[in-house]
């Protein structure tokens, strides 16, 4: 099984539709984050969590909402979708050191109609 | 101006040459850079990471990393058609979050 589960893989869904992507780990980690990812933008920052009780909002946290259910699942939600928030979503997550960089998920593909 | 900054390419190689791919960072109180290489559709994966000025080598892999000049390198050696992906470079804050380059593609022609 994967490190970083995310669910579903692939998802169409309409305009004002309430949408939650899912994220699941066994890495243990306590940091998890939500990315989306367009083309020749790069991967931007949703919201992160550090450990359960912590929630942050990154650059582009307008529209979106997450829920950290303990520390292995940490959910993103589109509380109503729209076509501009059509895109590939990563969840990963990381140690409280860094170093060693991120894992992510195997990603969301997202397409709003 | 965005954080970190990448030539968004195509970068087009040929099959056995040397690939050089550049990325510059605005922080000057980063201190970890990694380089991510993705393909089409697929999720990042980490290929090298590295902390102190000077060059570090893995494999067909070297990063190069200037503080001063806040700019790290990675260049692909005997480049091969598998290495036709996208490489995004990663710089870490101080708060232990990335941030990701835009990424750029590179082609390895046979």
């Known amino acids: 099984d994967a490190d970083v589960t995310q669910t579903p893989r692939n998802r169409i869904t309409k305009t004002g539709k309430r949408i939650m992507l899912e994220c699941s780990q066994t890495?243990?980690?306590?940091?998890m984050y939500w990315y989306r990812q367009d083309p020749g933008l790069g991967l931007r920052l949703i919201y992160y969590?550090?450990?359960?009780?912590?929630?942050n909002k990154g650059e582009i946290s307008d529209g979106y909402s997450v829920s950290r259910q303990a520390q292995a699942k940490f959910s993103l939600s589109l509380e109503s979708a729209i076509p501009n928030q059509t895109a590939l979503y990563f969840c990963?997550?990381?140690?409280?050191?860094?170093?060693?960089?991120?894992?992510f998920g195997s990603g969301t593909r997202l397409t709003v109609v | 101006q965005k954080e970190v900054e990448q030539n968004s390419g195509p970068l087009s190689v040929p099959e056995g040459a040397i690939a050089s791919l550049n990325c510059t960072y605005s922080?000057?109180?980063?201190?970890?850079f990694f380089w991510y290489r993705q393909y089409s559709g697929k999720s990042p994966e980490l290929i090298m990471f590295?902390?102190?000025?000077g060059d570090k080598e893995d494999g067909r892999f070297t990063a190069q990393l200037n503080k001063a000049s806040q700019y790290v390198s990675l260049l692909i050696r005997d480049s091969q058609p598998s290495d036709s992906a996208t490489y995004l470079c990663?710089?870490?804050?101080?708060?232990?979050?990335?941030?990701f380059g835009a990424g750029t593609q590179v082609v390895v022609t046979p």
């Open positions: 990963a997550t990381s140690d409280i050191d860094t170093d060693y960089g991120y894992t």
């Open positions: 890495k243990g980690h306590d940091r």
């Open positions: 969590s550090f450990d359960v009780k912590d929630i």
């Open positions: 922080d000057r109180g980063s201190q970890s």
């Open positions: 590295i902390y102190s000025n």
């Open positions: 990663a710089v870490r804050d101080s708060w232990g979050k990335f941030q």
